[in-house]
């Protein structure tokens, strides 16, 4: 099984200790409201935790692969009671762990509430990105 169709299954069952073993440990993690990524399987695992709490309703409704193994997870949630779309863009490393994932999410309207929910979070947490 692709670490992506692991991914997805783990994230679908809730299950993120699964997802954060599928991670590579220096993974990168770029997200959709910070300049600076998330590096590292202990924080991007933190941070997946934080997002499964965050959000409502999530799903995953596509799935796109390329010839080189790159996987896109198209995804629907809801972050107070508004409805945002969203893709999980995850490479592999030659291992299968997933070592470059980024996450981009639509519209503004509600990116903004849902960065401010994580952020606050993730503060009170102690979980930072990372300057490169």
Excluded at 1 to 22: K, P, S, T
Excluded at 73 to 90: H, K, S, T, V
Excluded at 96 to 107: H, K, N, Y
């Amino acid at each position: 099984m692709h670490a992506a169709d692991a991914f997805r299954q783990a994230v679908e069952q809730q299950d993120i200790e699964a997802a954060r073993e599928l991670l590579a440990a220096d993974v990168v993690f770029h997200s959709p409201a910070t300049f600076h990524p998330f590096i590292g399987r202990e924080t991007v695992g933190a941070l997946l935790e934080i997002v499964a709490d965050t959000f409502e309703d999530f799903r995953y409704t596509d799935e796109l692969a390329t010839g080189d193994g790159t996987h896109a997870l198209i995804f629907r949630a809801a972050i107070g009671g508004r409805e945002i779309e969203g893709l999980d863009l995850l490479r592999c490393d030659d291992e299968g762990r997933i070592a470059d994932f980024t996450v981009m999410l639509r519209p503004l309207s509600g990116l903004v509430p849902f960065a401010q929910a994580v952020g606050e979070k993730l503060a009170q947490a102690g979980v930072q990105t990372t300057r490169v």
